[in-house]
């Protein structure tokens, strides 16, 4: 691509609820920005060689949560790279530090709604294994927002937008914290 990334040799984190677009959005990035992409959740199950649903039922939350944590730190001093993340990572006030000092945050912000629409069919996502799931995703989103906006960059999801259309807004809303990069 030839461009300059803000951080330069600091990973892009990408940040936000279950369905937001972060694991398929961040691959597109990375391949675009020609740098390796890691995913937290990949990286879980190739350690523990077991599903997120199997921690979680297995071990519970807490474990889940703390694996996390130490993967996340692996994968920020890896170096350049784009990395997604699970959907709670960016809840801990340890990871958003670790993050903010290794890295560039950046929440892909999306609707109720959009973000229905991607995980509703899905059997994978053990916090929405509810007699409600809808309500439970709204419930999520409401309570991890606050924390998701200490991104230190916010990209809007929109149905209409393509994959590659995230790509450019990511790039563009990078672009423009760092001015010295975008000359």
Do not use: C
């Not at 890295?103 to 916090?127: E, I």
């Not at 929109?158 to 563009?172: F, G, P």
Request: net charge negative.
């Amino acid at each position: 691509m030839g461009r300059h990334m803000p951080g330069e040799g600091r990973p892009i984190v990408l940040v936000g609820m279950m369905g937001s677009g972060k694991t398929a959005v961040g691959t597109a990035l990375a391949e675009r920005l020609d740098v390796p992409f890691r995913d937290t959740d990949e990286a879980i199950v190739a350690a523990s060689r077991m599903s997120i649903a199997e921690i979680f039922e297995r071990d519970g939350e807490a474990f889940f949560r703390a694996r996390e944590r130490e993967i996340l730190n692996r994968l920020l001093d890896a170096g350049p790279g784009v990395v997604s993340t699970g959907g709670g990572i960016f809840l801990d006030q340890r990871n958003r530090d670790a993050i903010a000092a290794r890295g560039v945050s950046v929440w892909l912000r999306a609707s109720a709604d959009l973000l229905w629409s991607r995980v509703k069919h899905r059997t994978t996502r053990p916090l929405l294994m509810t007699s409600d799931p809808r309500g439970t995703l709204e419930r999520l989103l409401a309570e991890r927002t606050p924390h998701y906006a200490n991104a230190q960059v916010i990209v809007d999801a929109h149905a209409s937008y393509s994959i590659s259309d995230m790509v450019d807004h990511v790039i563009e809303a990078l672009l423009q914290i760092s001015p010295e990069t975008s000359a």
